[in-house]
């Protein structure tokens, strides 16, 4: 099973007080009021004190979860896998099971075929057609066959994987031969603010289909680095953290507002902290299903560098402003038409000052633009500052 996890995270949490704010204070009309308030939301009975309008609060709340569930649930769907593995079997056991047990090694030429099939991870319909959103590291393995699980048990083979080759966007979109499916309308994760209500589902464990967990959006902007023993380490920018449980199966599933509007897709969780999840946000991967769409494949744009951000100590003890380094210029790229060079400073993309406060990184920022912009950058070379333009162009086959 393929999971993402994350070095270690510390967490602190910060609790405050609410409706006590209503009964301090040095005015007395503060306090009258307050008694007032008080005395709408107090129900007295024989054995005490309610309070019906707090009862009602919850009483909402937990509907507001069930309906977004009954309302999405038809639209996530479970992503399985199917492989054939060799085994080579032991010199001890003629059926090759003592051997694979103890660990023996095999004898050359012996060997046997097993068929390995389960549940990996999570997806959701973002059209009725059969478009369905994971991630990239769901469906890695290009040896595998690959299915997914519509409600409780509507098998479907998947009939092409598309998968992104941004390092930084950790998405694939699948295609089934399936019409009529329900699709989960997406949010807008540019308005989201700490402390809302997230709803989170998926196949946890790679076993239990369709779990509900809820919590609250912990952080935004958060830059992590995610991998799995099967891929590596990729870094993660600008992703948001929860306190919703995710675990291994969940990736690929959607992160939900209590509006049912997906507003990010799970993607990691840290394996030694506890309700620390994160989620890729939902406006990102709309860049993707946007150019998907209208083209068929993840097209980008692409600048033709790599580079090494400067940090503010860095550029202090190097007396050189903050930007992104050129390491490298790709031949034939637009970076090269344009003029940048490698050991350049890139201090400014499109009018957007470059440094360690910057939201966004560098990739993040081209990958806002569409293919054919002109684009004004403006260097350090040499402790001068140059102003140069690129046209970002489609990243060819061989540059990827």
Not at 385 to 394: D, G, T, W
Request: net charge negative; hydrophobic share 40%.
């Amino acid at each position: 099973m393929k999971t993402k996890t994350l070095k270690p995270f510390i967490l602190g949490i910060a609790l405050g007080a609410g409706m006590v704010a209503t009964f301090v204070g040095g005015a007395v009309v503060d306090r009258i009021e307050g008694i007032k308030m008080l005395d709408r939301l107090v129900k007295r009975t024989e054995t005490g004190v309610e309070f019906p309008e707090l009862k009602r609060e919850i009483v909402d709340e937990e509907s507001v979860v069930t309906k977004v569930v009954e309302r999405v649930t038809p639209g996530v769907v479970t992503v399985s896998m199917s492989k054939t593995r060799t085994i080579n079997l032991s010199p001890f056991d003629g059926f090759g099971l003592f051997g694979d047990f103890f660990g023996f090694p095999g004898l050359p030429g012996r060997q046997r075929e097993e068929k390995v099939e389960q549940d990996i991870g999570t997806g959701f319909v973002i059209s009725n057609d059969g478009l369905i959103v994971t991630n990239r590291h769901v469906v890695s393995d290009t040896q595998a066959k690959y299915k997914v699980v519509i409600g409780k048990d509507d098998v479907v083979e998947v009939k092409e994987i598309y998968r992104d080759p941004d390092p930084g966007r950790d998405l694939a979109i699948i295609k089934i031969d399936r019409k009529n499916l329900t699709p989960i309308p997406l949010g807008d994760s540019d308005k989201l603010k700490v402390g809302q209500t997230v709803i989170a589902i998926g196949t946890a464990l790679g076993e239990f289909r369709s779990t509900v967990t809820k919590g609250v959006i912990s952080g935004l902007g958060r830059g992590i680095v995610a991998g799995s023993p099967f891929e590596g380490n990729e870094k993660l920018d600008n992703v948001i953290q929860t306190d919703a449980a995710i675990n291994p199966g969940n990736s690929g599933g959607p992160l939900l507002n209590s509006s049912g509007e997906v507003i990010g897709v799970n993607v990691a969780v840290s394996q030694s902290g506890q309700n620390i999840g994160f989620a890729l946000p939902i406006n990102i991967v709309k860049e993707s299903i946007n150019n998907f769409k209208t083209t068929g494949e993840f097209e980008r744009p692409f600048l033709g560098v790599s580079y090494s951000m400067i940090s503010k100590q860095a550029a202090l003890l190097n007396e050189v402003p903050m930007g992104a380094y050129v390491r490298e210029v790709i031949e034939g790229s637009p970076a090269e038409k344009g003029g940048v060079k490698a050991d350049d400073i890139i201090i400014e993309f499109d009018g957007q000052r470059l440094n360690e406060d910057t939201k966004d990184s560098l990739s993040a920022m081209i990958n806002k633009k569409k293919i054919g912009d002109k684009v004004k950058v403006r260097v350090w070379r040499e402790e001068k500052e140059l102003s140069l333009e690129v046209v970002l162009e489609k990243r060819k086959q061989e540059q990827e």
